[in-house]
């Protein structure tokens, strides 16, 4: 009796495994990215410049032709300085910065509209860390994308 229950157990395994979705599969058990989502990243600049240096502008690049195929839906850039100079200096400095990665964005097709430009000179360039000077002279970009349709 024993050797039919497990004779009819074991049966069903493999008639239901044969027969309904395979769980171990890659494709069941691993979720690739959404490419089309939130993205969060930096731009960092010389001092006292908002001229794009070249892995600058290689990131925009590649950044725009990743997010191609998405609805951008919103872009905010907030543009920041180092506290070396004058705050109205900064400001300026990092407004300049805010508009040039913006520019940028926009010249790689990607909707004016949506740009969210701000800036915040020396004064939000401050970090936890007590991050260097050359870190603090950078934009801040937040990429808001969808899937088109959704």
Known sequence: MKRLIWAAAAAGLVAGCSAGPRFWERSDLVVEPA??????????FAEG???LTAPARQLIETTAAALK????????VLGLADATGAPSANLSLSQ??????????????????????AAAG????ITASGAAEPLRRRTEVVV????PGR
């Open 35 to 44: 490419v089309c989502a939130e993205h969060r990243f930096e731009i960092y």
């Open 49 to 51: 410049q908002a001229r």
């Open 69 to 76: 195929a998405c609805d951008i839906r919103r872009v905010q």
């Open 96 to 117: 300049r910065r805010a508009n040039t990665v913006a520019a940028a964005f926009a010249e790689a097709g990607w909707p004016a509209p949506a740009f969210d430009v």
């Open 122 to 125: 020396d004064q939000g360039a």
């Open 144 to 147: 808001h994308a969808a899937a």
